[in-house]
């Protein structure tokens, strides 16, 4: 089965950048969708990115649009999302996720904590 294993997390001041980064097991052959969730204290999870890996494209949550990136490296089974101008509100535990054929976001990660004080 695949896995997801997410770093880059951390206590940041408001502002400023992260990357973070996921990185697939090595049989990931039929995953084509990589993306990101957030859970915040006291909220639901929120999407945040995901993108195809296949061709690129991607898309974003309203929240994140302008702020955030995804991009990703196939050679190395990784995404990356770069994110900047960081607010409290992007505050929580960010969760990588994947989708193969038939089966939407089928593999999780276990969560990187992402805080931001202002």
């Known amino acids: 089965q695949v896995q997801l294993v997410e770093s880059g997390g951390g206590w940041v001041q408001a502002g400023s950048s992260l990357r973070l980064s996921c990185t697939a097991s090595?049989?990931?052959?039929?995953?084509?969708?990589m993306g990101w969730f957030r859970q915040a204290p006291g909220k639901e999870r929120e999407f945040v990115a995901r993108?195809?890996?296949?061709?690129?494209?991607?898309y974003y949550g309203d929240s994140v649009k302008g702020r955030f990136t995804l991009s990703r490296d196939n050679t190395k089974n990784t995404v990356y999302l770069e994110m900047n101008s960081l607010k409290p509100e992007d505050t929580g535990v960010y969760l990588c996720?994947?989708?193969?054929?038939?089966?939407?976001?089928?593999?999780w990660g276990q969560g990187t904590q992402v805080t931001v004080s202002s």
């Open positions: 090595e049989r990931t052959s039929s995953v084509y969708l």
């Open positions: 993108i195809n890996l296949n061709n690129g494209i991607t």
């Open positions: 996720a994947a989708t193969r054929p038939g089966v939407q976001w089928s593999y």
